[in-house]
């Protein structure tokens, strides 16, 4: 029961949500863990190598099985299909999805556009809406993309709405509900199975769920 795993986590806000779960799951992870600015820390202790990557890619790093399990956002997860396990809602980093705008903004027929860090979501939602627009693909601030005139609206991640209402935006429509995700690889769910079950089952009892396998 000695083996290691290697868990990919989100660089930013989720990191330390996720890192205080493990702990409370009774894996110990040493307290100088957060200040660190290395990319590989590893936990001796808890038999575990952290792998920080940005929280878009660490559904990347689990699919290619350098990383054997990972914390990844359900918003990640719906961007782009990934050849992962799902296995549990860690209920954490809640948040959601919706589409915001200027509060001057009004529906128009021409040309639409649409900024946003998920381009295949935002083109789903407007395909499910009965809308044609045009996405345009940013990776960060957001919105921004509004108050210059890049685009008319944006889909975005909305948290506390602080950034919205810092930059005169409104919701203007609410996409899906977002929390932060367990996900597996197969291939070291087939290898490790013991010490990922293991896992899972202490993270969902602190979470108070059920295994969701
Ligand atoms: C996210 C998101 C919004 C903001 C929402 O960005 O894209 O911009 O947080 O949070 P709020 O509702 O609490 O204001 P993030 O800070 O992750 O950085 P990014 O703009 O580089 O994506």
Redesign the pocket.
């Given at each position: 029961m000695n083996e290691w795993l290697t868990i990919a986590m989100p660089k930013?806000?989720i990191f330390e949500e996720a890192v205080q779960l493990l702990r409370k799951a009774g894996f110990p992870i040493p307290p100088e863990f957060e200040e660190s600015r290395k990319l590989i820390v590893d936990a001796p202790e808890a038999n575990m190598r952290f792998i920080l990557a940005k929280p878009m890619d660490v559904p990347t790093y689990v699919e290619h099985g350098v990383a054997d399990i990972g914390v990844a956002g359900k918003d990640t997860m719906i961007e782009e299909e990934r050849d992962v396990y799902e296995v549990l809602d860690l209920n954490i980093s809640a948040?959601y999805l919706a589409v915001a705008g200027l509060p001057e903004y009004e529906k128009s027929d021409v040309n639409p556009k649409v900024a946003s860090?998920y381009p295949n979501l935002a083109t789903q939602y407007f395909k499910q809406q009965g809308e044609q627009v045009e996405i345009i693909k940013l990776?960060?601030?957001?919105?921004l993309a509004p108050l210059v005139g890049l685009a008319d609206r944006i889909v975005?991640?909305?948290?506390?709405?602080?950034?919205?209402k810092e930059n005169g935006l409104i919701e203007l429509e609410t996409i899906v509900p977002i929390t932060s995700r367990l996900i597996v690889n197969p291939v070291s769910y087939r290898l490790k199975d013991t010490v990922i079950d293991d896992l899972v089952e202490r993270v969902a009892q602190v979470i108070g769920v059920e295994e969701q396998v």
């Open positions: 930013g806000r948040c860090k990776n960060g601030s957001i919105e975005d991640i909305v948290s506390t709405g602080q950034t919205l």
